[in-house]
């Protein structure tokens, strides 16, 4: 990859560990952290955003090349990997560190997303109104070191089997028809 020509999209979509993964698999994404943006306290900590009291959500934020994928296919797996009609949550994840979010960096970056949430709202995707939060991007926290690819290291941990693992493998089986995964990384 040309890292000259990278660009970063942050966005929330549920819980970190499912979105890191998946995104990492793709090609043309050299990275993808998960961490915390939207709140309103430096250095939050798992637990503190957890509680909720934070304002953060949980996110993750993908540097990719935009000449292997663009900007539109990563929306398109954003919302496939996540219910943008929850408010506050994913399934069993309830709070507002589990919302549907984008951060944008500046106008046009915030028209795409517009565009973006449009298009898959008309798809037909997910029943009923896209709640997908659009947020001037401030500052992206990393989270703790164990969060990054937690599912790699921990495939039978309880939440990991039932919820992420499944959701991976759905996810795999759509985006390798299309062509989008990287095998190196798999």
Known sequence: MDN????????????????????NMLNGVESAISGYSGGHKDNPTYEEVCNGNTGHAEVVQITYDPKIISYE????????????????????????????????????????????IKKSEESGRW??????????????????????????????????????GPKIQKFKKHYEELGMLDHAKI
């Open 4 to 23: 000259n020509n990278l660009a970063q999209i942050t966005f929330g979509g549920g819980c970190f560990w499912c979105v890191e993964s998946c995104f």
């Open 127 to 164: 029943s009923g109104k896209y709640v997908t939060e659009l947020t001037q991007f401030e500052k992206f926290w990393p989270a703790e070191q164990y969060h990054q690819g937690y599912y790699n290291v921990n495939p039978n941990q309880p939440y990991c089997s039932a919820v992420v």
């Open 73 to 116: 296919q990563l929306m398109d797996v954003f919302f496939f990997l996540h219910d943008p009609t929850q408010l506050n949550r994913q399934g069993n994840d309830v709070g507002t560190q589990y919302r549907s979010v984008i951060f944008y960096k500046d106008d046009a970056e915030k028209a795409d997303a517009e565009a973006a």
